[in-house]
Nanobody, 127 residues
Framework: QVQLVESGGGLVQAGGSLRLSCAAS????????MAWFRQAPGKEREFAAA????????YYADSMKGRFTISRDNAKNTVYLQMDSLKPEDTAVYYC????????????????????WGQGTQVTVSS
């Protein structure tokens, strides 16, 4: 089992950047496919980005391609989400998720596929 703790959220102006971190404990993060999801006020949680166990393959929601970058440092047991060119519509609670399953990348974008979740970190983008 793995425990996930997000950090790095905060208030930023539109056009600014933030880097979120997800620190894992209890088991090495290299055993998991990792992802970031987000939930805006009044909306359902949605997929943001995912990364394969070895970090070679990354996946993004269309609205985040070219602005967000997911990465991982398995030696530090940490996954990151670099967010650039932030927009007010990026305001949400951002969650880190982990899955130990071995499946096709089709599932990497599916919330139900992930077994472990962090508590979330708030990102607020002002206009």
């Amino acid at each position: 089992q793995v425990q996930l703790v997000e950090s790095g959220g905060g208030l930023v102006q539109a056009g600014g950047s933030l880097r979120l971190s997800c620190a894992a404990s209890g088991r090495t993060v290299s055993a998991y496919v990792m992802a970031w999801f987000r939930q805006a006020p009044g909306k359902e949680r949605e997929f943001a980005a995912a990364i394969s166990r070895n970090g070679v393959n990354t996946y993004y929601a269309d609205s985040m391609k070219g602005r967000f970058t997911i990465s991982r440092d398995n030696a530090k047991n940490t996954v990151y989400l670099q967010m650039d060119s932030l927009k007010p519509e990026d305001t949400a609670v951002y969650y880190c998720a982990a899955s130990p399953k071995s499946s096709s990348s089709y599932y990497y974008l599916r919330e139900y596929w992930y077994d472990y979740w962090g508590q979330g970190t708030q990102v607020t983008v002002s206009s």
